[in-house]
């Protein structure tokens, strides 16, 4: 390239120097023609005597040097001015100059011309001398120049651009720093978040809503993983319907999406899965499938759920894929993810332990206190009726005086089994003092609630209890209280009328069950 540029412009230096010189040739030659003839006119008109007394009548040569002037020849008239020939005898180029001389003198009067003669070689030798130095001049310091000037435009050009590029790059790093940056802080109040969250599905929300901001995606859906049956037990989803993360989830790609990235590490990009998997009709999205990532998430080693992303939008509004920071970011909200999940179900398990009896695993005295509460509330929203039973096991202390305490601890563990077992899968039952216990019923009447009472009542007294001594017949006393929207309660007050209950049956023989007065024929004051 640069031989090449610098050849042209030697070329054209070159071309220019010969068209120069061919230009001040002609000049040179014209001037040389004109200062001739005008010479040959002043020697004609200074021989104008000399020819007239010459004896010539024809052509033939007149000694002019003896003035100072060229040789010329005499001729016969011919036209005033100058031409460039081939002289015929020597064969060299001259210039031949013309002037016409009338010698009035002569009798009879001539008409002559004069011709001067003069090589045309010997007058551009000095020029042709002087063009053959300029040209080694030329040589020697223009071409040089032309290079060193080409390798200066070729270092500025280099130069320039590795600058530019330079500029580029830091401009890419600067954009790239910014969106690590902001991600960062994305990541940082995920995290926060997260750790906010006090129960599962306002955790999930929290994970939906900041992988859906932080990618740009069109739909986020999470999926609960039952890791025995591969399966998900629950989904969870943004900017979609559940149903529409279960069909999601059921997709054609090589076995299925949760197969897909279990094999794959965890991990699945996908630029356009439409073109992938081919054209899904899907109920409820409008459009074709494009781009897709999905993210396995872990907790305590296993995978829990996945999180599927899809349809990456741009800040244009146009639709385009997902990056390696996006993949970086879910991976490091993954990780939150799962650390959460495990400080939750610890969180869970250590409130559960912290409301479960020691001995029995029911409920304890005072987190029978908080559901009794809890399910009034309900009850009294939901204008549903809501009864308590109140239970003691009877003669307890002969037992434990008797057998010692760790048959008592057998027998209190096995009327809690049998309460726990007596009851509906929606009772609450709790063990609120040493061998009493309270059962919560949603929903129940007065019927209904003599119903469950006399059932846990046979299911202690109707079998005997298998201990280390022996069989034990343990009986039980129960006291019921109810309330309804007709006759409504407070928590302690519904307390203290099952335990009045309770108070009866023992002193009328124990084994037995008695009901409250409803509420409305009680006076009851809390203050007293």
């Known amino acids: 390239m640069a031989a090449s540029l610098?050849?042209?412009?030697?070329?054209?230096?070159?071309?220019?120097?010969?068209?120069?010189?061919?230009?001040?040739?002609?000049?040179?030659?014209?001037?040389?023609?004109?200062?001739?003839?005008?010479?040959?006119?002043?020697?004609?008109?200074?021989?104008?005597?000399?020819?007239?007394?010459?004896?010539?009548?024809?052509?033939?040569?007149?000694?002019?040097?003896?003035?100072?002037?060229?040789?010329?020849?005499?001729?016969?008239?011919?036209?005033?001015?100058?031409?460039?020939?081939?002289?015929?005898?020597?064969?060299?180029?001259?210039?031949?100059?013309y002037a016409h001389v009338t010698v009035r003198q002569a009798q009879p009067p001539l008409?002559?011309?004069?011709?001067?003669?003069?090589?045309?070689?010997?007058?551009?030798?000095?020029?042709?001398?002087?063009?053959?130095?300029?040209?080694?001049?030329?040589?020697?310091?223009?071409?040089?120049?032309?290079?060193?000037?080409?390798?200066?435009?070729?270092?500025?050009?280099?130069?320039?651009?590795?600058?530019?590029?330079?500029?580029?790059?830091?401009?890419?790093?600067e954009a790239a720093l910014s969106s690590r940056a902001e991600a960062l802080h994305a990541v940082v109040i995920a995290a926060n978040d997260f750790a906010a969250a006090t129960e599962l599905d306002g955790l999930i929300q929290h994970m939906l809503h900041h992988a859906k901001t932080i990618t740009g995606s069109r739909y986020a859906i999470l999926g609960m993983l039952d890791d025995r049956v591969r399966t998900f037990t629950r989904v969870h989803a943004i900017g979609c319907e559940e149903r529409i993360g279960q069909a999601i989830s059921r997709v054609p790609l090589s076995g299925g999406l949760l197969h897909c990235l279990t094999a794959r590490n965890g991990v699945l990009r996908i630029a356009d899965l439409a073109r992938e998997i081919g054209e899904v009709d899907i109920e409820g999205i409008?459009?074709?499938?494009?781009?897709?990532?999905?993210?396995?998430?872990?907790?305590?080693?296993?995978?829990?759920?996945?999180?599927?992303?899809?349809?990456?939008?741009?800040?244009?509004?146009?639709?385009?894929?997902?990056?390696?920071?996006?993949?970086?970011?879910?991976?490091?909200?993954?990780?939150?993810?799962?650390?959460?999940?495990?400080?939750?179900?610890?969180?869970?398990?250590?409130?559960?332990?912290?409301?479960?009896?020691?001995?029995?695993?029911?409920?304890?005295?005072?987190?029978?206190?908080?559901?009794?509460?809890?399910?009034?509330?309900?009850?009294?929203?939901?204008h549903e009726p809501l009864a308590i039973i109140m239970a003691d096991i009877d003669h307890f202390k002969r037992v434990n005086d008797t057998y010692g305490h760790v048959i008592g601890d057998c027998v209190i563990r096995e009327t809690a089994r049998r309460i726990q077992e007596t009851a509906r899968r929606y009772d609450l039952v709790g063990r609120i003092g040493g061998e009493e216990f309270l059962v919560i019923l949603p929903g129940c009447g007065e019927v209904a609630a003599a119903e469950i009472a006399e059932r846990i009542r046979y299911a202690i007294a109707g079998?005997?209890?298998?201990?280390?001594?022996?069989?034990?017949?343990?009986?039980?006393?129960?006291?019921?209280?109810?309330?309804?929207?007709?006759?409504?309660?407070?928590?302690?007050?519904?307390?203290?009328?099952?335990?009045?209950?309770?108070?009866?049956?023992?002193?009328?023989?124990?084994?037995?069950?008695?009901?409250?007065?409803?509420?409305r024929h009680i006076h009851y004051d809390p203050a007293a």
């Open 463 to 519: 079998d005997s209890f298998d201990t280390q001594t022996g069989p034990l017949s343990i009986t039980l006393s129960l006291g019921v209280a109810t309330c309804s929207k007709e006759n409504p309660a407070f928590s302690q007050l519904l307390w203290q009328l099952a335990d009045q209950a309770l108070y009866r049956v023992k002193k009328n023989g124990r084994n037995g069950i008695e009901f409250a007065a409803p509420p």
């Open 286 to 382: 409008p459009h074709s499938l494009g781009s897709f990532l999905g993210l396995s998430l872990r907790c305590h080693g296993r995978i829990c759920a996945q999180l599927y992303l899809m349809d990456k939008v741009s800040e244009k509004g146009n639709r385009t894929a997902f990056t390696d920071l996006d993949e970086h970011v879910l991976l490091a909200l993954a990780a939150q993810f799962g650390v959460s999940v495990e400080n939750l179900q610890l969180l869970l398990e250590a409130k559960a332990q912290a409301q479960q009896d020691s001995l029995t695993g029911l409920l304890n005295h005072s987190a029978s206190l908080e559901a009794l509460s809890r399910e009034l509330s309900r009850a009294a929203r939901e």
């Open 111 to 173: 008409r002559w011309g004069i011709l001067i003669r003069v090589d045309r070689d010997s007058i551009l030798t000095r020029v042709r001398t002087f063009l053959q130095t300029l040209m080694i001049i030329t040589v020697l310091i223009i071409v040089p120049l032309c290079l060193l000037l080409i390798w200066l435009v070729k270092r500025v050009h280099y130069e320039w651009g590795l600058a530019e590029h330079e500029s580029l790059r830091a401009s890419k790093a």
């Open 6 to 97: 610098v050849g042209v412009i030697s070329l054209v230096i070159i071309t220019f120097i010969g068209w120069g010189a061919c230009t001040l040739e002609r000049r040179l030659v014209t001037a040389t023609g004109h200062s001739l003839v005008q010479a040959a006119t002043d020697s004609a008109n200074k021989l104008e005597l000399m020819i007239a007394d010459s004896t010539l009548r024809e052509e033939g040569t007149i000694n002019l040097k003896a003035i100072g002037l060229p040789s010329a020849n005499l001729t016969e008239i011919s036209e005033r001015g100058f031409i460039e020939e081939q002289h015929l005898r020597r064969d060299a180029p001259v210039i031949t100059a």
